[in-house]
């Protein structure tokens, strides 16, 4: 009575103890989203005490004793609570007690995994057993721990690869030059331009520019105004980051050998980033002919977007995105995949490791925060014209054609904080837009990733347009070029 109350006692003991639910052995997978990390804790929770039901067998040659009586083969079982292992002993020690009390030619056969043996079975046949249960069990866990690690890195995403650059060693640090930026800005606002004629400005559009028709035609146009040459560099935006690096060499090259003219550039979203890889691969080529680069909005380091759309494991797995961004961009619009490939983390850490911008070179670098509120959901960016066909000789009229972009960008903007606290425009988040070795710009006014290229239809005339924060931009990049060319000039001496 005494062992089956002991027994019942233990059996109503819980399976999984205090040790299984300890903090520190489950990872913080999400402090963003606790219901994920709950989610994720419970089957770490169920893995741990799964793969502790199964046996790991030792298995010992049988021997005889000086009575001649058989050694019986050992059985060690492991099981992730204390209370199951008690349990276990005290079920063992019962069967042994019977066994040891009965006699040889009396004792019924011994059972083992639920088959009846008889007692003159071979005990290598039995070793065989046992081995063959102990090599299938491994194979089980295996299996189960992959399901378990593939839903931790579909519930992490890039949340180890946000803001990789300003934790490597080996980047060159960066200087903050908003305060600066916004005097020049207001310089600007009063009419006050210093941007020299003495050089060619070549602006480089993102992804998907081929389609924006408007596409930073208002910053040339305000360029062209104060008479300073200005051009967009018409590549094909949705080709590779290394086949656009070779048109903007060349680019620059035609535009130097015709105008004699140093070059300035300025890269928007991955714009930047194929002008910046430009002049890491080409730089003995290029650097007599281009004065600084400024990149906006840049995934410079990489994109959390691009990177959870073609990540294996990730959420382009089970939404089928991967399949709808390969249609997009190689079936209706004719570009390469690659494009997009080039801008996730692990692309762009190999590529910077082997090919960092000079040192010399002046950079500049601007990252925003899309504002997420409801006045924001309602604007309105004016991306391309539709002409309308008019029944007089007059030039036919033109209808503005819009997008609700800010919306778009609001909601992604959200998505990134929501899932991986990151502040970001919409698509880049801002430790990412940082540029390691350059003069950073973090402007407090809430700006998406759209504006700088797209007027809005609702602008506020009150605060500088896309233009003026271009021309400001840049006019910080001349003044940090004349500032590292005295640098240069005081080692020389």
């Known amino acids: ?43 770490a929770q169920t893995t741990s005490l799964i793969t502790g039901c199964f046996s790991d067998y ?15 083969d050992q059985e060690m079982e492991t099981f992730s609570s204390a209370q199951t292992e008690e349990h276990l002993e005290l079920s063992c020690n019962s069967h042994n007690s019977l066994s040891e009390s009965s006699t040889p030619a ?24 046992l081995i063959e249960s102990s090599q299938a069990s491994p194979n089980g866990i295996s299996l189960f721990k992959g399901l378990i690690d593939r839903a931790r890195r579909t519930v992490r995403g890039s949340a180890d690869d946000i803001g990789w650059l300003q934790r490597d060693p080996s980047m060159p640090p960066v200087e903050d030059g908003t305060e600066r930026f916004l005097e020049i800005l ?46 967009i ?81 990730q959420l382009g797995d089970y939404v089928n995105l991967r399949k709808l961004m390969e249609i997009l961009i190689c079936k209706v619009i004719k570009g390469d995949l690659q494009a997009l490939e080039d801008l996730t983390y692990e692309r762009r850490m190999d590529f910077l490791r082997k090919h960092q911008l000079p040192r010399e070179l002046p950079v500049v670098s601007l990252h925003t925060e899309a504002g997420i509120t409801s006045a924001v959901l309602a604007t309105l960016s004016h991306v391309a014209h539709a002409e309308l066909p008019s029944l007089s000789a007059d030039e036919p009229s033109k209808l503005p054609v819009v997008m609700p972009l800010g919306a778009a960008m609001a909601a992604c903007a959200q998505l990134l904080q929501l899932r991986y606290g990151e502040k970001s425009d919409g698509l880049v988040t801002c430790r990412d837009a940082v540029v390691p070795g350059s003069i950073v710009v973090r402007p407090k006014r809430k700006l998406d990733h759209a504006w700088m290229v797209y007027s809005s239809l609702n602008d506020d005339t009150s605060e500088a347009d896309a233009s003026q924060v271009c021309e400001a931009l840049l006019t910080l990049l001349v003044e940090v070029g004349q500032r590292k060319r005295h640098e240069l000039a005081m080692k020389d001496e």
């Not at 009396?106 to 057993?129: K, V």
């Not at 992804?207 to 408007?214: C, E, Q, V």
């Open 233 to 313: 560099a018409k590549i094909h935006s949705e080709a590779s980051v290394e086949k656009n690096a070779k048109e903007i060499k060349e680019y620059i090259e035609e535009i130097y050998w015709g105008s004699k003219k140093r070059v300035l550039l300025l890269g928007h979203s991955k714009g930047g980033v194929d002008a910046a890889a430009a002049l890491s691969l080409y730089w003995p080529d290029l650097k007599d002919k281009v004065a600084g680069l400024a990149l906006a909005q840049s995934p410079y380091g990489g994109s959390p977007i691009a990177t959870d759309i073609l990540r294996e494991g």
């Open 186 to 231: 207001d310089n600007i606002r009063h009419g006050l331009h210093k941007l020299p004629n003495s050089m060619v400005y070549l602006l480089i559009p993102g992804l998907f520019s081929n389609h924006g028709p408007l596409y930073f035609v208002n910053t040339k146009m305000s360029f062209s105004k104060q008479g300073l040459a200005c051009h």
């Open 1 to 43: 009575m005494e062992a089956t109350s002991a027994m019942s006692r233990e059996s109503s003991t819980p399976l999984v103890n205090d040790g299984v639910r300890n903090d520190g052995f489950i990872p913080q997978l999400l402090t963003s989203l606790p219901v994920l990390d709950g989610a994720a804790s419970y089957l």
């Open 106 to 129: 009396t004792s019924s056969p011994p059972i083992h995994d639920g088959e009846t043996r008889g007692s003159s079975e071979d005990p290598s046949q039995r070793t065989h057993a």
């Open 58 to 72: 030792s298995v010992e040659s049988p021997s005889r004793d000086s009575g001649g009586s058989v050694v019986h």
